[in-house]
Protein backbone atom coordinates (compact mmCIF):
# COMPACT_ATOMS: atom_id res chain seq x y z
CA UNK A 1 0.00 0.00 0.00
CA UNK A 2 1.15 3.44 -0.59
CA UNK A 3 0.12 6.23 1.62
CA UNK A 4 -0.32 8.89 -1.25
CA UNK A 5 -0.36 11.68 1.56
CA UNK A 6 1.44 12.11 4.49
CA UNK A 7 3.34 15.54 6.24
CA UNK A 8 5.51 13.33 7.64
CA UNK A 9 8.02 15.99 7.65
CA UNK A 10 5.90 18.21 10.26
CA UNK A 11 7.46 18.34 13.60
CA UNK A 12 5.19 16.47 15.11
CA UNK A 13 7.30 13.11 14.19
CA UNK A 14 10.69 15.15 15.06
CA UNK A 15 11.47 12.80 18.10
CA UNK A 16 10.79 10.21 16.22
CA UNK A 17 10.31 9.19 12.58
CA UNK A 18 13.04 6.45 12.49
CA UNK A 19 10.45 4.39 14.72
CA UNK A 20 7.61 6.05 12.80
CA UNK A 21 8.86 4.88 9.43
CA UNK A 22 9.88 1.46 10.61
CA UNK A 23 6.13 1.18 11.86
CA UNK A 24 5.01 2.08 8.61
CA UNK A 25 7.13 -0.24 6.75
CA UNK A 26 6.63 -3.03 8.69
CA UNK A 27 2.75 -2.28 8.11
CA UNK A 28 3.64 -3.27 4.51
CA UNK A 29 3.71 0.49 3.23
CA UNK A 30 5.33 0.40 0.23
CA UNK A 31 5.90 4.32 -0.36
CA UNK A 32 5.18 7.54 0.98
CA UNK A 33 4.85 10.84 -1.18
CA UNK A 34 5.11 13.77 1.03
CA UNK A 35 3.53 17.11 -0.23
CA UNK A 36 5.28 20.64 0.21
CA UNK A 37 3.49 23.15 2.37
CA UNK A 38 5.76 26.29 2.78
CA UNK A 39 8.97 27.70 1.19
CA UNK A 40 10.50 27.47 4.72
CA UNK A 41 10.16 23.71 4.65
CA UNK A 42 11.42 22.51 1.31
CA UNK A 43 14.90 22.08 2.48
CA UNK A 44 14.15 20.06 5.56
CA UNK A 45 11.39 18.12 3.24
CA UNK A 46 14.40 16.85 0.50
CA UNK A 47 16.09 15.81 3.33
CA UNK A 48 13.94 13.34 4.74
CA UNK A 49 13.25 12.33 1.19
CA UNK A 50 16.90 11.46 0.49
CA UNK A 51 16.93 9.55 3.68
CA UNK A 52 14.69 6.86 1.90
CA UNK A 53 14.27 5.18 -1.26
CA UNK A 54 10.64 4.59 -0.69
CA UNK A 55 9.91 8.31 0.32
CA UNK A 56 9.24 10.82 -2.44
CA UNK A 57 7.74 14.40 -2.35
CA UNK A 58 5.50 17.23 -4.28
CA UNK A 59 6.94 20.71 -4.62
CA UNK A 60 4.28 23.67 -4.00
CA UNK A 61 3.00 26.20 -1.99
CA UNK A 62 -0.32 25.34 -0.28
CA UNK A 63 -3.28 27.86 -0.72
CA UNK A 64 -2.70 29.10 3.55
CA UNK A 65 0.85 30.17 2.41
CA UNK A 66 0.29 32.20 -0.57
CA UNK A 67 1.47 35.37 0.17
CA UNK A 68 4.78 33.64 0.42
CA UNK A 69 4.92 32.38 -3.58
CA UNK A 70 6.79 35.30 -4.55
CA UNK A 71 8.32 35.20 -8.45
CA UNK A 72 11.69 33.70 -6.85
CA UNK A 73 9.90 31.07 -4.89
CA UNK A 74 7.88 30.17 -8.12
CA UNK A 75 11.37 29.95 -10.11
CA UNK A 76 12.65 27.75 -7.34
CA UNK A 77 9.70 25.33 -7.71
CA UNK A 78 10.20 25.65 -11.18
CA UNK A 79 13.21 24.19 -10.80
CA UNK A 80 12.65 21.71 -8.18
CA UNK A 81 10.01 20.35 -10.27
CA UNK A 82 13.03 18.08 -12.31
CA UNK A 83 14.17 16.83 -9.13
CA UNK A 84 15.02 13.68 -8.35
CA UNK A 85 11.94 11.72 -6.25
CA UNK A 86 10.16 15.07 -6.96
CA UNK A 87 6.65 13.63 -8.45
CA UNK A 88 4.26 16.03 -7.95
CA UNK A 89 3.30 19.37 -8.19
CA UNK A 90 1.29 20.21 -4.82
CA UNK A 91 0.14 20.64 -2.65
CA UNK A 92 -1.66 23.81 -4.02
CA UNK A 93 -5.04 25.20 -4.08
CA UNK A 94 -7.97 26.79 -2.45
CA UNK A 95 -8.42 26.75 1.71
CA UNK A 96 -11.66 29.21 1.96
CA UNK A 97 -12.13 27.76 5.55
CA UNK A 98 -9.15 29.27 7.30
CA UNK A 99 -9.08 32.53 4.37
CA UNK A 100 -5.21 32.94 5.47
CA UNK A 101 -4.52 34.35 2.07
CA UNK A 102 -6.62 36.57 0.07
CA UNK A 103 -8.96 34.49 -2.36
CA UNK A 104 -7.50 36.59 -5.60
CA UNK A 105 -3.91 36.05 -4.29
CA UNK A 106 -4.78 32.25 -4.09
CA UNK A 107 -6.59 31.55 -6.68
CA UNK A 108 -3.60 33.32 -8.90
CA UNK A 109 -1.16 31.24 -7.50
CA UNK A 110 -2.91 28.06 -8.08
CA UNK A 111 -2.86 28.68 -11.72
CA UNK A 112 0.54 29.83 -11.70
CA UNK A 113 1.28 26.23 -10.31
CA UNK A 114 -0.97 24.60 -12.45
CA UNK A 115 0.66 25.13 -15.24
CA UNK A 116 4.26 24.86 -13.87
CA UNK A 117 2.58 20.79 -13.39
CA UNK A 118 1.56 21.19 -16.97
CA UNK A 119 4.60 22.73 -18.34
CA UNK A 120 6.89 19.88 -16.63
CA UNK A 121 4.32 17.33 -17.32
CA UNK A 122 3.98 16.62 -13.56
CA UNK A 123 0.61 15.57 -11.38
CA UNK A 124 -0.38 17.98 -8.90
CA UNK A 125 -1.96 17.19 -5.72
CA UNK A 126 -5.05 19.46 -5.04
CA UNK A 127 -5.81 20.90 -1.79
CA UNK A 128 -9.66 22.20 -1.26
CA UNK A 129 -11.46 23.33 1.88
CA UNK A 130 -15.07 25.20 1.17
CA UNK A 131 -13.93 26.36 -2.49
CA UNK A 132 -15.08 23.56 -4.49
CA UNK A 133 -16.59 26.29 -7.33
CA UNK A 134 -13.55 27.92 -7.63
CA UNK A 135 -11.29 24.82 -7.36
CA UNK A 136 -13.54 23.15 -10.16
CA UNK A 137 -13.72 26.39 -12.69
CA UNK A 138 -9.99 27.04 -12.78
CA UNK A 139 -9.37 22.98 -13.60
CA UNK A 140 -11.85 23.37 -15.99
CA UNK A 141 -10.31 26.70 -17.16
CA UNK A 142 -7.03 24.81 -17.58
CA UNK A 143 -7.83 21.28 -18.12
CA UNK A 144 -6.55 20.87 -21.68
CA UNK A 145 -5.97 17.18 -21.55
CA UNK A 146 -2.53 17.46 -20.34
CA UNK A 147 -3.34 18.17 -16.52
CA UNK A 148 -3.68 15.16 -13.95
CA UNK A 149 -4.74 15.58 -10.14
CA UNK A 150 -5.91 14.11 -7.39
CA UNK A 151 -8.20 15.86 -5.16
CA UNK A 152 -6.74 14.97 -1.78
CA UNK A 153 -8.90 14.46 1.58
CA UNK A 154 -12.02 14.37 -0.71
CA UNK A 155 -14.84 15.74 1.44
CA UNK A 156 -17.11 17.33 -0.79
CA UNK A 157 -20.38 16.46 -2.03
CA UNK A 158 -21.23 14.23 -4.75
CA UNK A 159 -21.97 16.88 -7.56
CA UNK A 160 -18.64 17.70 -7.17
CA UNK A 161 -17.37 14.62 -7.49
CA UNK A 162 -18.97 14.00 -10.47
CA UNK A 163 -17.77 17.15 -12.27
CA UNK A 164 -14.41 16.83 -10.91
CA UNK A 165 -14.55 13.06 -12.52
CA UNK A 166 -15.41 14.60 -16.09
CA UNK A 167 -12.24 16.78 -15.39
CA UNK A 168 -10.28 13.84 -15.04
CA UNK A 169 -9.78 13.50 -10.98
CA UNK A 170 -8.75 11.36 -9.14
CA UNK A 171 -9.81 11.20 -6.06
CA UNK A 172 -8.14 10.21 -3.07
CA UNK A 173 -9.82 9.61 0.45
CA UNK A 174 -8.36 10.00 3.78
CA UNK A 175 -9.35 8.84 7.66
CA UNK A 176 -13.08 11.03 8.13
CA UNK A 177 -14.30 8.43 5.67
CA UNK A 178 -14.24 6.16 8.79
CA UNK A 179 -15.59 8.84 11.27
CA UNK A 180 -19.40 7.42 12.33
CA UNK A 181 -20.71 10.70 11.47
CA UNK A 182 -18.92 10.78 7.76
CA UNK A 183 -21.11 11.58 5.56
CA UNK A 184 -18.93 10.55 2.74
CA UNK A 185 -20.19 6.66 2.22
CA UNK A 186 -22.59 8.06 -1.10
CA UNK A 187 -19.71 9.91 -2.58
CA UNK A 188 -17.24 7.12 -2.20
CA UNK A 189 -19.69 4.61 -3.05
CA UNK A 190 -19.75 6.51 -6.60
CA UNK A 191 -16.32 7.20 -7.33
CA UNK A 192 -14.90 4.39 -9.31
CA UNK A 193 -12.19 2.12 -7.70
CA UNK A 194 -9.78 2.73 -10.37
CA UNK A 195 -9.97 6.65 -9.62
CA UNK A 196 -9.21 5.95 -5.32
CA UNK A 197 -5.79 6.68 -3.99
CA UNK A 198 -5.30 6.16 0.03
CA UNK A 199 -3.41 8.68 1.76
CA UNK A 200 -3.47 9.50 6.06
CA UNK A 201 -3.04 13.33 5.85
CA UNK A 202 -0.45 12.14 8.58
CA UNK A 203 -0.52 13.95 11.22
CA UNK A 204 -4.24 15.30 11.40
CA UNK A 205 -7.46 12.90 10.38
CA UNK A 206 -6.31 9.95 12.04
CA UNK A 207 -8.95 6.90 10.95
CA UNK A 208 -10.94 5.28 13.73
CA UNK A 209 -10.04 3.16 15.80
CA UNK A 210 -7.41 5.43 16.37
CA UNK A 211 -8.72 8.58 16.45
CA UNK A 212 -7.49 11.09 19.09
CA UNK A 213 -4.10 9.81 18.58
CA UNK A 214 -1.23 11.27 16.05
CA UNK A 215 -1.79 10.03 12.84
CA UNK A 216 0.50 8.25 10.95
CA UNK A 217 1.17 6.14 7.47
CA UNK A 218 0.72 2.69 9.37
CA UNK A 219 -2.89 3.65 10.23
CA UNK A 220 -3.11 3.56 6.35
CA UNK A 221 -5.12 0.73 5.95
CA UNK A 222 -7.67 1.87 7.64
CA UNK A 223 -8.86 3.97 5.04
CA UNK A 224 -8.44 0.89 2.41
CA UNK A 225 -10.45 -1.40 4.94
CA UNK A 226 -13.56 1.51 4.87
CA UNK A 227 -13.32 1.81 0.90
CA UNK A 228 -13.32 -2.12 0.85
CA UNK A 229 -16.40 -2.04 3.03
CA UNK A 230 -18.62 0.43 1.01
CA UNK A 231 -17.25 -1.27 -2.49
CA UNK A 232 -17.49 -5.02 -1.24
CA UNK A 233 -14.23 -5.73 -2.87
CA UNK A 234 -11.49 -7.46 -0.24
CA UNK A 235 -9.22 -5.66 1.60
CA UNK A 236 -6.25 -7.02 -0.39
CA UNK A 237 -8.12 -6.21 -3.57
CA UNK A 238 -8.49 -2.40 -2.34
CA UNK A 239 -4.72 -2.19 -1.93
CA UNK A 240 -3.62 -4.04 -4.92
CA UNK A 241 -5.37 -1.26 -7.11
CA UNK A 242 -5.04 1.88 -5.02
CA UNK A 243 -1.28 0.90 -5.10
CA UNK A 244 -1.37 0.41 -8.59
CA UNK A 245 -2.99 3.87 -9.67
CA UNK A 246 -0.90 5.33 -7.16
CA UNK A 247 2.15 4.23 -8.77
CA UNK A 248 0.92 4.76 -12.44
CA UNK A 249 0.07 8.33 -11.11
CA UNK A 250 3.01 9.25 -9.24
CA UNK A 251 4.72 7.43 -11.63
CA UNK A 252 6.51 4.94 -9.02
CA UNK A 253 6.83 2.22 -11.04
CA UNK A 254 9.73 0.55 -12.83
CA UNK A 255 8.86 2.97 -15.79
CA UNK A 256 11.52 5.06 -14.62
CA UNK A 257 14.40 2.00 -15.21
CA UNK A 258 12.83 1.38 -18.80
CA UNK A 259 12.87 5.15 -19.30
CA UNK A 260 16.65 5.37 -19.36
CA UNK A 261 16.97 2.79 -21.47
CA UNK A 262 14.64 3.26 -24.27
CA UNK A 263 14.81 7.49 -23.89
CA UNK A 264 14.97 8.22 -27.29
CA UNK A 265 11.49 6.31 -27.70
CA UNK A 266 10.03 8.37 -24.63
CA UNK A 267 10.73 11.71 -25.91
CA UNK A 268 9.10 11.01 -28.82
CA UNK A 269 5.82 9.38 -26.81
CA UNK A 270 5.87 11.65 -23.94
CA UNK A 271 3.21 13.56 -25.78
CA UNK A 272 0.89 10.55 -25.74
CA UNK A 273 2.00 9.01 -22.34
CA UNK A 274 0.71 12.04 -19.97
CA UNK A 275 -2.56 12.91 -22.22
CA UNK A 276 -5.23 11.53 -19.71
CA UNK A 277 -8.63 9.88 -21.10
CA UNK A 278 -10.62 12.37 -23.35
CA UNK A 279 -12.45 14.47 -21.76
CA UNK A 280 -15.47 14.25 -23.78
CA UNK A 281 -16.61 11.04 -22.99
CA UNK A 282 -19.10 11.30 -21.03
CA UNK A 283 -19.07 10.19 -17.38
CA UNK A 284 -20.94 7.00 -17.71
CA UNK A 285 -18.20 5.68 -19.81
CA UNK A 286 -15.80 7.21 -17.65
CA UNK A 287 -17.57 4.61 -15.00
CA UNK A 288 -17.24 1.80 -16.92
CA UNK A 289 -13.35 2.05 -17.65
CA UNK A 290 -12.86 -1.92 -16.50
CA UNK A 291 -9.31 -1.63 -16.56
CA UNK A 292 -7.12 -0.27 -13.97
CA UNK A 293 -3.98 -1.93 -14.47
CA UNK A 294 -1.25 -0.67 -16.38
CA UNK A 295 -0.36 -3.73 -19.14
CA UNK A 296 3.18 -4.39 -19.09
CA UNK A 297 4.38 -7.38 -21.04
CA UNK A 298 1.97 -9.33 -22.91
CA UNK A 299 2.25 -13.32 -25.32
CA UNK A 300 0.04 -13.98 -27.61
CA UNK A 301 -1.24 -16.53 -30.98
CA UNK A 302 -2.65 -15.08 -33.75
CA UNK A 303 -4.47 -16.50 -37.44
CA UNK A 304 -5.63 -14.84 -40.04
CA UNK A 305 -5.14 -14.91 -43.78
CA UNK A 306 -2.49 -13.70 -46.14
CA UNK A 307 -3.11 -11.83 -49.71
CA UNK A 308 0.05 -11.71 -51.96
CA UNK A 309 -0.24 -9.10 -54.57
CA UNK A 310 2.46 -9.92 -57.16
CA UNK A 311 3.64 -8.28 -60.27
CA UNK A 312 5.82 -9.75 -62.94
CA UNK A 313 8.33 -7.41 -65.18
CA UNK A 314 10.36 -8.86 -67.79
CA UNK A 315 13.28 -7.07 -67.69
CA UNK A 316 13.98 -6.94 -70.92
CA UNK A 317 11.01 -4.55 -72.14
CA UNK A 318 9.62 -3.43 -69.16
CA UNK A 319 6.07 -5.01 -69.50
CA UNK A 320 4.55 -6.32 -66.42
CA UNK A 321 1.39 -8.14 -65.52
CA UNK A 322 -0.52 -8.70 -61.94
CA UNK A 323 -1.77 -11.33 -60.09
CA UNK A 324 -2.93 -11.92 -56.42
CA UNK A 325 -3.37 -14.88 -54.22
CA UNK A 326 -5.52 -13.94 -51.48
CA UNK A 327 -6.80 -15.88 -48.28
CA UNK A 328 -3.60 -17.58 -47.72
CA UNK A 329 -4.08 -19.22 -44.10
CA UNK A 330 -1.60 -17.49 -41.73
CA UNK A 331 -0.77 -18.66 -38.23
CA UNK A 332 1.58 -16.52 -35.48
CA UNK A 333 3.13 -15.61 -32.52
CA UNK A 334 3.60 -12.11 -30.36
CA UNK A 335 5.29 -10.57 -27.60
CA UNK A 336 4.25 -7.23 -26.59
CA UNK A 337 6.11 -4.60 -24.15
CA UNK A 338 3.35 -1.63 -23.31
CA UNK A 339 6.22 1.60 -22.88
CA UNK A 340 3.44 3.76 -21.83
CA UNK A 341 -0.89 3.29 -21.90
CA UNK A 342 0.09 5.19 -25.67
CA UNK A 343 2.67 3.39 -27.53
CA UNK A 344 3.29 -0.33 -27.32
CA UNK A 345 5.71 -2.20 -29.34
CA UNK A 346 5.07 -5.78 -30.56
CA UNK A 347 7.65 -8.30 -31.75
CA UNK A 348 6.01 -11.45 -34.01
CA UNK A 349 6.42 -14.23 -35.72
CA UNK A 350 3.71 -15.15 -38.63
CA UNK A 351 3.76 -18.06 -41.04
CA UNK A 352 2.05 -18.64 -43.64
CA UNK A 353 2.03 -21.63 -46.67
CA UNK A 354 0.75 -21.27 -50.14
CA UNK A 355 -1.53 -24.48 -50.98
CA UNK A 356 -2.31 -22.42 -54.17
CA UNK A 357 -1.29 -23.95 -57.60
CA UNK A 358 2.10 -22.56 -58.11
CA UNK A 359 3.23 -22.30 -61.58
CA UNK A 360 6.97 -23.05 -61.46
CA UNK A 361 8.51 -23.03 -64.55
CA UNK A 362 6.46 -19.67 -65.70
CA UNK A 363 5.83 -17.45 -62.56
CA UNK A 364 6.74 -19.06 -59.47
CA UNK A 365 5.03 -18.02 -56.42
CA UNK A 366 6.71 -18.82 -53.31
CA UNK A 367 5.07 -21.77 -50.78
CA UNK A 368 5.88 -20.33 -47.77
CA UNK A 369 6.47 -17.21 -45.79
CA UNK A 370 7.56 -16.18 -42.98
CA UNK A 371 7.68 -12.82 -41.48
CA UNK A 372 9.40 -11.38 -38.54
CA UNK A 373 7.90 -7.84 -37.13
CA UNK A 374 9.18 -5.38 -35.30
CA UNK A 375 6.39 -2.81 -34.93
CA UNK A 376 5.50 0.30 -32.68
CA UNK A 377 1.93 1.03 -32.24
CA UNK A 378 0.06 4.15 -30.91
CA UNK A 379 -3.20 3.70 -29.06
CA UNK A 380 -5.27 6.53 -29.55
CA UNK A 381 -7.53 5.80 -26.49
CA UNK A 382 -6.15 3.39 -24.07
CA UNK A 383 -7.65 1.99 -20.93
CA UNK A 384 -11.12 1.46 -22.75
CA UNK A 385 -13.18 -1.66 -22.99
CA UNK A 386 -12.14 -0.66 -26.98
CA UNK A 387 -9.34 0.46 -27.83
CA UNK A 388 -7.80 1.63 -31.17
CA UNK A 389 -4.39 1.93 -32.40
CA UNK A 390 -2.01 2.74 -35.69
CA UNK A 391 1.33 0.56 -36.28
CA UNK A 392 4.54 1.46 -38.12
CA UNK A 393 7.44 -0.97 -38.51
CA UNK A 394 10.03 -2.95 -40.02
CA UNK A 395 9.88 -6.96 -41.19
CA UNK A 396 12.21 -9.38 -42.39
CA UNK A 397 10.00 -11.45 -44.89
CA UNK A 398 11.64 -14.90 -45.66
CA UNK A 399 10.08 -16.45 -48.76
CA UNK A 400 10.78 -19.85 -49.87
CA UNK A 401 9.77 -21.13 -53.53
CA UNK A 402 10.78 -24.92 -54.03
CA UNK A 403 14.30 -24.75 -52.89
CA UNK A 404 14.60 -21.40 -53.57
CA UNK A 405 15.57 -18.84 -50.49
CA UNK A 406 14.38 -15.49 -50.36
CA UNK A 407 15.41 -12.95 -47.91
CA UNK A 408 13.47 -9.08 -47.92
CA UNK A 409 12.98 -6.34 -45.69
CA UNK A 410 10.24 -4.22 -46.18
CA UNK A 411 8.41 -1.28 -44.19
CA UNK A 412 4.83 -1.92 -42.97
CA UNK A 413 1.76 0.02 -41.64
CA UNK A 414 -1.15 -1.62 -39.51
CA UNK A 415 -4.52 -0.31 -38.21
CA UNK A 416 -6.73 -2.02 -35.76
CA UNK A 417 -8.38 -2.54 -32.33
CA UNK A 418 -8.41 -4.48 -29.40
CA UNK A 419 -10.65 -5.47 -26.40
CA UNK A 420 -9.74 -5.07 -22.36
CA UNK A 421 -10.86 -8.36 -20.84
CA UNK A 422 -10.25 -8.14 -17.04
CA UNK A 423 -9.96 -11.27 -15.78
CA UNK A 424 -8.77 -12.70 -12.01
CA UNK A 425 -5.59 -13.94 -13.83
CA UNK A 426 -4.40 -10.85 -15.96
CA UNK A 427 -5.96 -9.18 -18.78
CA UNK A 428 -7.21 -10.83 -21.83
CA UNK A 429 -6.89 -8.65 -24.90
CA UNK A 430 -8.44 -10.06 -28.13
CA UNK A 431 -7.05 -7.88 -30.99
CA UNK A 432 -8.05 -7.70 -35.22
CA UNK A 433 -5.04 -6.13 -37.64
CA UNK A 434 -4.81 -5.41 -40.77
CA UNK A 435 -1.11 -4.89 -41.90
CA UNK A 436 0.49 -4.45 -45.01
CA UNK A 437 4.31 -5.47 -45.50
CA UNK A 438 5.99 -3.60 -48.40
CA UNK A 439 9.09 -4.95 -49.46
CA UNK A 440 11.88 -2.60 -50.17
CA UNK A 441 13.42 -4.35 -52.98
CA UNK A 442 12.01 -6.88 -55.33
CA UNK A 443 13.08 -10.10 -55.97
CA UNK A 444 14.98 -11.07 -59.35
CA UNK A 445 15.41 -14.71 -60.67
CA UNK A 446 18.11 -14.44 -63.09
CA UNK A 447 17.11 -18.22 -63.84
CA UNK A 448 13.04 -17.20 -64.38
CA UNK A 449 12.05 -17.07 -67.72
CA UNK A 450 9.28 -14.88 -68.86
CA UNK A 451 6.40 -17.66 -69.33
CA UNK A 452 4.02 -18.28 -71.96
CA UNK A 453 1.36 -16.86 -69.27
CA UNK A 454 2.35 -13.32 -69.90
CA UNK A 455 2.27 -13.43 -73.35
CA UNK A 456 5.81 -12.89 -73.82
CA UNK A 457 8.31 -14.80 -75.75
CA UNK A 458 10.05 -17.12 -73.29
CA UNK A 459 13.76 -16.89 -72.24
CA UNK A 460 14.38 -13.22 -71.29
CA UNK A 461 14.84 -12.52 -67.55
CA UNK A 462 12.19 -11.63 -64.67
CA UNK A 463 11.73 -9.62 -61.44
CA UNK A 464 8.91 -10.19 -59.29
CA UNK A 465 7.59 -7.87 -56.40
CA UNK A 466 5.17 -8.01 -53.96
CA UNK A 467 3.14 -6.68 -51.39
CA UNK A 468 0.93 -8.38 -49.06
CA UNK A 469 -1.63 -7.70 -46.99
CA UNK A 470 -2.07 -9.31 -43.50
CA UNK A 471 -5.70 -9.77 -41.24
CA UNK A 472 -4.64 -10.49 -38.41
CA UNK A 473 -7.02 -11.78 -35.23
CA UNK A 474 -4.98 -13.02 -32.36
CA UNK A 475 -5.43 -12.88 -28.50
CA UNK A 476 -2.74 -11.70 -25.84
CA UNK A 477 -2.58 -12.48 -22.37
CA UNK A 478 -1.07 -9.62 -20.01
CA UNK A 479 0.01 -11.31 -17.05
CA UNK A 480 -0.92 -9.31 -13.56
CA UNK A 481 2.46 -7.95 -12.16
ZN1 LIG B 1 -4.51 19.45 2.14
ZN1 LIG C 1 -1.91 17.95 3.23
Redesign the pocket.
Known amino acids: MIDTHAHIDSEQFDDDRAEMLERAWAAGVEAIIIPAIAPSGFEKLQAIVESDKRIFRGVGIHPHNATEATDEILEQIEQDATSKRVVAIG?IGLDYYYDFAPKNLQKEIFRKQLRIAKRHKLPVII?NRESDDDILSILDDEQDGSLEFVL??FSSSSEVLERALELGAHISFTGNITYKKSTLADVLSRTPIERIMIETDSPYMTPVPNRGKRNEPSFVGFVAQKIADIHTLTIEKVLSMTSQTARNFFRLSLGITFASILTVAMSSASFAQRERDNRETDIEEEVEVVNPYSRTFGLGVMMGTNTVVESIECIADGKRQSRSYEGILLYGLALEYCLTDHVQFEGSYVYSVNNKIVDEKTWPTPNTHQFITLSARFVANPRKPICFFAAVGSSIILNRIFDTHTTQNSFNFGLGLYGNINTSFGILVPTAELKFDFPFSSNQYPDLKCGTSLEYPNGLPANISRFYSLVRFGVQWYPKF
Open positions: EHHC
